[in-house]
């Protein structure tokens, strides 16, 4: 089982980034799916996650109306679609999936996880 996370860069504040995670050896169509993001000195949070049974989203409050997760399952891939970017989003992100239909935003309730992807927002 492996998954890829990447897409991330360096971008300027009030910019634009889309997070690819792909998977191998799992159908993510059965997996709960989520983004976190961990900056130097400061913990693991969740960004985002999507469900497995019926799509459903969640956000956190820092990232909502500028970030949108979603699913290709013919690619067995999910998507992070990043806008407005700003500085305090520079950070690494991490996807991570689920064997559970409803998503968490709770990194323990992940089973497997991807490398991590660097974003770094300044100008």
């Known amino acids: 089982v492996q998954l890829q996370a990447s897409g991330g860069g360096l971008v300027q504040p009030g910019g634009s980034l889309r997070l690819s995670c792909a998977a191998s050896g799992l159908l993510l169509d059965y997996y709960a799916i989520g983004w976190f993001r961990q900056a130097p000195g400061k913990e693991r949070e969740g960004v985002s996650c999507?469900?497995?049974?019926?799509?459903?989203?969640y956000y956190a409050d820092s990232v909502k109306g500028r970030f949108t997760v979603s699913r290709e399952n013919a690619k067995n891939t999910v998507y992070l679609q990043m806008n407005s970017l700003e500085p305090e989003d520079t950070a690494v992100y991490y996807c991570?999936?689920?064997?559970?239909?409803?998503?968490?935003?709770?990194?323990?309730?992940?089973?497997?996880w991807g490398q991590g992807t660097q974003v770094t927002v300044s100008s």
């Open positions: 991570a999936a689920a064997r559970r239909p409803i998503a968490s935003m709770g990194f323990r309730e992940y089973d497997y």
């Open positions: 999507i469900s497995s049974s019926d799509g459903s989203t």
